[in-house]
């Protein structure tokens, strides 16, 4: 399909000058090197919260920075990590001595890099720790071999628990374990009807039979693990859920916050009937939705698909998600 | 393209249900006579909103409904008006003794629909004033005959005003007329690289040639008013932009709210984009974007393509703009 561009190659700059001339009370965009850190910084003494990863998946990463959730976001090229110089530059413009905690995607190229930035500020004195988002079960290893799950929707729920942790005045460690405990209990999956296109690029980045749909697929363009054959929204939706409520082995009485998500082109009334869905099989299981997101939050360009992601949830996590926060995309 | 549905016809029902599910704390369905309202109303005393209209344009309207905004939204059928019924029930529902503000974007039938469901109000002793949105600058008639212009994406920026007006206590004569300043001061014009398809079928409901996009286009899979050569992300916006400039006679020391909407499947990166070039020939041209609003908020299904929508602003219109709103799509 055709685009709105100018220079493919200059796309996610230009995106990102756009959306500081739209939002300049809530992000200012460091030009080079380049990240996107809070209009009104976070008051002296918080722990920072920095995120970050391939561009594409907007309003990831760049749209959750504001009060209550991140105090940068680094972007790449659109899906490609950024680098250690961009990261480490970030870290050093948010840290504000209390410790910096980084949450992160689990990608090769982003654990990487952020890890290398992490070394160089602790040279620097600035504690670091790194919260690693890795909650596609799509990508879960029957040997345990491999990088391990992917990091997808999940991410939206960690940097929100820890940004409000960070916001209410929480130590480092603290910040960091709440946020590996948000990540080691959440879950998501997804399906696709149609990949997305590269910018400048017409062509999906995978094609699928009119009756087939790939389930499994992450948000970088690549194949899922399997097709399936097309089906009713509830049948689609029912594929979605099941696995993630046996793998998180939750049922009667338990809590969850849940993400219904669009990868990109999928319309909210679409998202909306796969919610209804999923709504259904919860209170079937006598699973309680604390909270939901319904919308499109990390998407893949413009991918038609979306993904659920379910994270256990108590006391002490609802509260965090109701803690008040001011981004782009999240705001209450 | 292939769409997550159950039964077409249910897919509004369905959808409402879904949303209903995901945000019981700021909605709540009125599933017969079908309507959506403010999970906690709004305080007695208050000029009531409401505001309605074809499905497939979300967020717009039940993602606008919350304090601040909407006190309830009457959705119809996919691009269809709701009910004379509807209209009513929902009128009845959220009248507090103040009066009810109907925002009614300028098509034949909703506008009819309003009416008569004004009329039947009047007759139970709800006094009604309607608000008439016609933003869009490519239905503009030369000679003054038809229906006039039609309502687009400046919807929003109507709903928010009316919305902070009635809940800072304003009498209905004052709402309706902010209303009615602010749909007068707006205008829109839109672009189309690809037409959306109905729930159900995987046609688009117009065709494109590969080098063309559509000028023009309305928000209900109606061809717009002329095509153009494909071009770059600038060329398209200054061609959006600069009859707005030009037909609301603003230029140096003027001010503006502006969004930049997503009419589907368009990515943030895109509109992003385009959103740079609008801030920048308004900047060249000396007016200020007091406010700016980037992402799809006036949607038609999954419609490839944006809008770009102006309103005159001044202090009064800022700081309604800014005023406290709870709703699923917009919340400061």
Same mark, same amino acid.
């Given at each position: ?5 100018? !220079? ?31 209009? /009104? ?54 840290? @504000? ?26 040279? !620097? ?68 009807l149609a990949a997305g296109a590269h910018p400048g690029d017409p062509r999906p980045s995978f094609d699928l039979p009119r009756d087939e749909v790939e389930f499994g697929v992450g948000i970088h @363009? ?24 046996? !793998? ?17 082109? /999928? ?27 319904? @919308? ?12 659920? /992601?379910? /994270? ?21």
């Open positions: 399909r055709r685009q709105f561009v100018n !220079d493919p190659d200059a796309i996610v700059e230009e995106a990102l000058e756009g959306l500081e001339a739209a939002y300049p009370r809530l992000i200012r965009w460091n030009r080079d090197p380049s990240f996107v850190a809070r209009a /009104t910084p976070a008051p002296a003494g918080q722990v920072a919260v920095l995120s970050g990863g391939g561009s594409g998946h907007e309003p990831l990463h760049v749209g959750m920075v504001g009060a209550g959730m991140l105090d940068a976001a680094v972007p790449g090229a659109v899906f490609a990590s950024p680098t250690a110089g961009q990261i480490l530059a970030a870290t050093q413009a948010v840290s @504000g001595g209390a410790g910096v905690v980084h949450v992160v995607k689990n990608y090769t190229g982003d654990v990487l890099n952020f890890e290398i930035a992490a070394e160089v500020a602790a040279d !620097d004195g600035i504690e670091v720790r790194q919260v690693l988002v890795d909650d596609d079960l799509a990508t879960t290893s029957a040997t345990g071999d491999g990088p391990g799950r992917r990091g997808t929707a999940a991410t939206v729920v960690v940097e929100k628990i820890v940004g409000a942790a960070a916001a209410a005045g929480a130590d480092l460690a603290r910040v960091a374990a709440l946020g590996q405990r948000v990540a080691a209990t959440s879950r998501s999956m997804a399906v696709a @363009g690549e194949r899922g693990v399997g097709r399936r054959a097309f089906a009713s929204a509830d049948e689609l939706a029912d594929l979605l859920v099941r696995p993630l409520v046996a !793998d998180l082995a939750i049922g009667r009485g338990d809590r969850v916050i849940a993400i219904t998500n669009g990868l990109g082109s /999928t319309t909210n009334l679409e998202l909306a009937v796969i919610h209804r869905r999923v709504a259904t099989i919860l209170a079937a299981a006598g699973i309680t939705i604390e909270r939901a997101l319904v @919308g499109p939050y990390v998407t893949s360009l413009d991918m038609a698909g979306c993904s659920v /992601t379910l /994270t256990r949830a108590d006391d002490e996590l609802v509260a965090l998600w109701d803690a008040p926060v001011r981004t782009i995309a999240l705001s209450w």
